[in-house]
């Protein structure tokens, strides 16, 4: 089912099809929601993650990449789904997901670091601000769901704010010698209070591993590593996921092939490991911009503008819907000639699923986390 966002928003849905709450509630009690942000650095392709194969124009503008739709999810008569994205695929027959096209930040250059820095400020410009839309939200916030992590070296932009923020990363440094690990663990092994912390410290860097499921290898570690940390009454209620490998000029097939199977297992095993707590749960997965339409010499794509974005959780109760105002792929009808054109706004579908997940009033939500969209 493809829907037009302007009729969803004219009919009091968010994007994600959820019933909005009363306009007048706002999120002063704790819920104990949840909410990730994984963010694809790199320009992730939205025409072959989710393929117009229904397209007229779609065969002969991707020519010798098209055939990677083949295998995937058809969705309705004009999409179809990766063949990677295989839970993503069954999560949406579940109503568990929802999946968004031709979107774009306010951002229409090319540029890695500039449309990364736009997407995750929601600023009128690059490094127009110094705060990001996640931070702002956690000021809506009660203080139990307002303790928030990012899964990266550093605090990202989109959680750089007033509101402090933890940040989780696996050292980089040799790993210490089994044995003095061995002596450590003897050492706090009688203590009532250093015991489970220390083994819940070991547990946790065994289970991190190689945490990026954009690389197409740590999916489930990733999954398993932010739910243990969202877990408990103790955990983060906010988090963001950093994924890397979208940025495929050559050889695009194999490549985006196994990051998007990484996200996808890493999707699953949040599914799984988050327990009961999926319910209250709400996953957005988008990129800073997408790629070229046609294809250029190395079986890759360049950088463009319009993507895809993908939500989930088990909270989507009206899931299962593409939300998308095509914009056709037709020479003349492509943007500046080469991209997809954008007919949609990501501060749209955060704003709408956003303001539904934690029953915060949408108009206040725009003013407070997206105050530059207009």
């Known amino acids: 089912m493809i829907i037009n966002r302007r009729r969803l928003i004219l009919s009091g849905l968010s994007g994600a099809g959820i019933a909005l709450a009363p306009r007048i509630a706002l999120a002063a009690a704790e819920t ?26 779609f065969a002969s503008a991707r020519g010798e990449i098209a055939a990677s739709a083949s295998g995937g999810s058809k969705l309705n008569d004009l999409f179809t789904l990766h063949p990677q994205l295989t839970a ?10 929802a999946f968004y096209h031709a979107i774009a930040s306010g951002y229409r250059e090319r540029s890695h670091f500039d449309g990364q820095n736009m997407l995750e400020t929601a600023g009128i410009r690059p490094y127009g601000r110094d705060d990001g839309w996640m931070n702002r939200l956690l000021t ?19 959680l750089r704010g007033p509101i402090s923020v933890g940040s989780y990363a696996p050292s980089r440094l040799p790993d210490a010698d089994s044995a003095l690990m061995e002596r450590v663990a003897m050492l706090y092994a009688e203590d009532p209070q250093l015991a489970p912390l220390w083994q819940s410290a070991t547990q946790t860097e065994a ?51 196994a990051v998007l199977k990484g996200v996808d297992e890493m999707i699953d095993t ?43 959780g088990g909270g989507l109760a009206n899931g299962g819907k593409i939300i998308a105002d095509w914009p056709g792929l037709a020479a ?30 949408p108009e206040k939500l725009h003013r407070t986390a997206f105050p530059d969209f207009a």
Do not use: C
């Not at 809506?140 to 989109?158: C, D, H, Q, V, Y």
């Not at 243990?228 to 490998?245: K, Y």
């Not at 492509?334 to 956003?354: N, Q």
């Open 32 to 57: 104990d929601r949840r909410f990730i942000f994984i963010i694809q650095r790199g320009a992730a392709d939205g025409l072959a993650i989710l393929a117009p194969t229904g397209d007229p124009a």
């Open 207 to 257: 289970m991190a591993g190689d945490i990026d499921p954009g690389n197409g290898r740590g999916g489930v570690a990733a999954g398993k590593l932010v739910a243990s940390l969202m877990a408990g009454a103790d955990g983060a209620r906010v988090a963001m996921v950093e994924t890397t490998g979208w940025d495929t000029h050559f050889n695009q097939e194999g490549r985006l092939g």
């Open 140 to 158: 809506l916030l009660p203080k139990g769901e307002s303790k928030a992590l990012a899964m990266a070296n550093a605090i990202p932009p989109a």
């Open 332 to 361: 003349s009808q492509l943007y500046e000639g080469r991209d997809l054109k954008p007919t949609m706004r990501f501060e749209d579908i955060a704003i709408g699923a956003l303001s539904a997940h934690y029953a915060i009033d």
């Open 88 to 97: 993503s695929a069954r999560l949406f027959g579940q109503k568990q997901a």
């Open 270 to 312: 949040l599914r799984t490991e988050m327990g009961p707590a999926w319910a209250k749960t709400l996953i957005l997965v988008a990129t800073e911009f997408g790629r070229t339409v046609h294809v250029n010499g190395t079986r890759g794509t360049d950088h463009g503008t319009a993507s895809a974005a993908m939500l989930f």
